[in-house]
């Protein structure tokens, strides 16, 4: 396999992921996720970089955590670092700055401010033919009903599961939680 990615050395330990209970979309998506070991992952709104280093700990040659929060990823950053792990403030716009191939994107989106369709087309662009994007995606009560799943996607992505998540730190009256696990088309 032709890579990009230089020999990485491991971590010294396992890196801190205390931080998970505060992040129960990412402990969410983080049980659906394919394997990790060997894959290069890219995390959509990563926030403090719990899923990143949680991907790092399971054997991710080189995960990247993007975010718009320049004060999220500074607080990621100081948290552990690691040279298979790196992080970048970047707004959804600029998504297509990004260069791929990964074989993993997992993001959380909300839908009553991410155009979650336009971000998938973009996101497909950086995945290798079989690669994997999962999406924890929050959805507002009453649009939940009207929600066409196949809509939400890019048509070059088949989803292949989806998944309602109910969890005790996820609040209800937020919305629906959902997790869609799809494929690139080859």
């Given at each position: 396999m032709d890579t990009n990615y230089p020999k990485m050395r491991e971590p010294k330990g396992p890196l801190p992921t205390s931080t998970g209970s505060l992040q129960p979309s990412w402990q969410a998506l983080a049980k659906k996720v394919p394997k990790l070991a060997?894959?290069?992952v890219l995390a959509i709104h990563a926030g403090d970089g719990w899923f990143c280093r949680y991907a790092v700990n399971h054997g991710a040659i080189a995960v990247?955590?993007?975010d718009s929060n320049a004060g999220a990823i500074s607080a990621a950053r100081a948290v552990a670092s690691s040279?298979?792990?790196?992080?970048r403030i970047m707004p959804d716009e600029r998504l297509g700055?990004?260069?791929g191939p990964y074989d993993v994107i997992?993001?959380?989106?909300?839908?009553q401010r991410d155009d979650l369709h336009a971000m998938t087309q973009q996101l497909a662009d950086l995945l290798r033919p079989g690669g994997h994007l999962i999406a924890a995606v929050?959805?507002?009560p009453e649009s939940a009903t009207t929600i066409e799943i196949k809509d939400l996607f890019s048509a070059r992505l088949t989803i292949e599961q989806l998944f309602q998540v109910s969890a005790a730190k996820l609040?209800?009256?937020?919305g629906v939680h959902?997790?869609?696990?799809?494929r690139v088309r080859g």
């Amino acid at each position: 396999m032709d890579t990009n990615y230089p020999k990485m050395r491991e971590p010294k330990g396992p890196l801190p992921t205390s931080t998970g209970s505060l992040q129960p979309s990412w402990q969410a998506l983080a049980k659906k996720v394919p394997k990790l070991a060997g894959q290069r992952v890219l995390a959509i709104h990563a926030g403090d970089g719990w899923f990143c280093r949680y991907a790092v700990n399971h054997g991710a040659i080189a995960v990247l955590g993007v975010d718009s929060n320049a004060g999220a990823i500074s607080a990621a950053r100081a948290v552990a670092s690691s040279d298979r792990l790196r992080y970048r403030i970047m707004p959804d716009e600029r998504l297509g700055m990004l260069t791929g191939p990964y074989d993993v994107i997992v993001g959380t989106f909300d839908l009553q401010r991410d155009d979650l369709h336009a971000m998938t087309q973009q996101l497909a662009d950086l995945l290798r033919p079989g690669g994997h994007l999962i999406a924890a995606v929050a959805t507002q009560p009453e649009s939940a009903t009207t929600i066409e799943i196949k809509d939400l996607f890019s048509a070059r992505l088949t989803i292949e599961q989806l998944f309602q998540v109910s969890a005790a730190k996820l609040v209800p009256s937020a919305g629906v939680h959902l997790i869609l696990c799809s494929r690139v088309r080859g």
